[in-house]
């Protein structure tokens, strides 16, 4: 009889692992859409939103962003979504899981929230729109809970551990937004 089960779970197990491949496929399970309300830190007048959409393609990511100087800001997605400290500080480092250096958002090797620059125009003003396929609002590369900061200068995306973007100046954090504000 041991010999019987021993062989049943056997061909069983198989089927099993076959039948958790087949779930990995499945279309994203948790929630579509993210919103962070972005706003300044200390003496920073910096504000706006960003929003979230996971796709088939990745998450897209769209926002506006105002009182930037003019030029490239680090954009990052941060590992803690606590905006208490006035240092800014709370937000730990970026978001990065699997442990690998820091880079641009195409880079091979990359912190899960590394998602490059933003450029504000002459006014101060970032308008973006960009899709990660790295980034997700479920799963172990959720940034759901987690902060989206914005630093004073250009991520170069490529120094350890942050891209020497400078001073953070602004942020929020990702929390689960209604189907209707796509």
Request: proline letters at 4%; charged letters at 25%.
């Amino acid at each position: 009889m041991k010999k019987l089960v021993f062989a049943m779970l056997m061909l069983a197990a198989p089927m099993v692992l076959l039948g958790a491949k087949e779930e990995d496929k499945t279309p994203h399970a948790g929630p579509k859409n993210a919103v962070a309300v972005i706003h300044g830190f200390g003496e920073s007048h910096v504000k706006g939103v960003v929003r979230f959409m996971a796709t088939e393609d990745g998450v897209v990511i769209r926002g506006e962003i105002t009182g930037l100087t003019p030029g490239k800001h680090g954009f990052h997605i941060h590992e803690f979504g606590d905006c208490s400290s006035a240092d800014a500080k709370c937000h730990g480092g970026h978001f990065n899981p699997e442990k690998k250096k820091h880079g641009g958002p195409h880079s091979e090797q990359r912190h899960v929230g590394d998602l490059g620059n933003i450029t504000a125009d002459e006014t101060g003003k970032a308008t973006f729109h960009m899709t990660d396929k790295l980034i997700s609002l479920s799963g172990s590369h959720s940034i759901v809970g987690r902060a989206v900061i914005i630093h004073g200068g250009a991520d170069d995306e490529k120094s350890d551990p942050a891209g020497n973007a400078g001073p953070r100046i602004a942020g929020g954090v990702v929390g689960i937004a209604s189907a209707d504000h796509k």
